[in-house]
């Protein structure tokens, strides 16, 4: 007996009921159907492990409202309104959610509509961890930017490419060279090597070139021409930045003020040249002195 077309429909309904059924539970996310006035009216699985709440208590009792971080609930409310008006509103986007059992978690979330319908699957994916190391590392690396922008110098990263074109430059490089951060940076100003004294750039080069072929780090001493002109004499450590495969892909470093230093240095070696040069003169026939062991003189005891 064959099957009257009601009951051919029916059977057709519960086959797709369960179909969806099936895949909507499988999805791999947290996922709800949110009706027209954002009253949540199916949720999955998932949606339970994500937030600690039973689909007894979500399903046809609570909305999208009552379990997103209050700060994000007017974005959510605009994308929720959008969508239906047929506004250009995000499919996939991030958003904060609250429960008593886990507290504040971070959603990745896509949110779309069914066709033919006022109705939104919405699905929510867990990258609290996520999100929480990327905050850890964005305060790490203030922290680093800070360290570098108080130090008495400059640190730097320059790309291996043959221009020196610096990618990086602390706040310290104005009081160095005379040129700010974003005048070095981004191709706009001098290179890395135009900031070296043209009588020792070559030299300078080939010891960091040098250094960089065996893969060690390198030190040296050496002028600068400053914005204003000015010559400057300065102490440099610095090393190669290299690749998960051992391509060496930029130098980084520290450059620093060492002007005082090397005029104390010269003074002394002039310091030395004179002494020297005044007991040589003293101990030569010419001056009449006359010497024993140690002892100088010219007085008529010592004679």
Known sequence: MKASPV??????????????????????????????????SLANGGFEAITGLPRSMVEDRMKLFDFVHP????????YHLG???????????????????????????????????????????????????????????????????????????????????????????FRLTGYRQEQL???????????IHSDE?????????????VEKSFQVTYRIRTAGGDEKWVWEKGGGAYSKQGDLVAVEGFVTDFT?????EQELRRREAQLRSENELLRSPEAGVLTF??????????R
């Open 293 to 302: 062991g140690d002892l100088v003189g010219k007085s008529e005891p010592m």
């Open 83 to 173: 969508r239906r008006l047929s506004r250009q509103v995000p499919i996939d986007y991030q958003c904060r959610i609250t429960s008593p059992e886990y507290g504040l978690r971070h959603m990745a979330v896509r949110a779309q509509l069914i066709s033919g319908t006022s109705r939104s699957v919405v699905s929510f994916m867990d990258i609290t961890d996520l999100v929480c190391s990327k905050q850890a590392l964005e305060r790490s690396e203030q922290r680093l930017t800070a360290l570098m922008d108080n130090l008495p110098g400059m640190a730097y990263r320059y790309v291996v490419d043959g221009q020196y074109a610096l990618e990086f430059a602390s706040r310290g490089c």
């Open 71 to 78: 700060d994000d609930r007017e974005r959510l409310r605009q």
């Open 185 to 195: 940076t981004g191709g706009k100003g001098p290179s890395y090597a135009d900031l």
């Open 260 to 264: 005082q230093h090397k005029e104390m």
């Open 201 to 213: 750039r070559n030299t300078v080069l080939a010891t960091v070139e040098s250094a960089l072929r």
């Open 7 to 40: 009951a051919d429909k029916a059977t057709g309904c519960k086959l797709k009921n369960r179909t969806f059924r099936s895949v909507f539970e499988n999805t791999g996310t947290g996922t709800i159907l949110i009706e027209d006035d954002m009253t949540i």
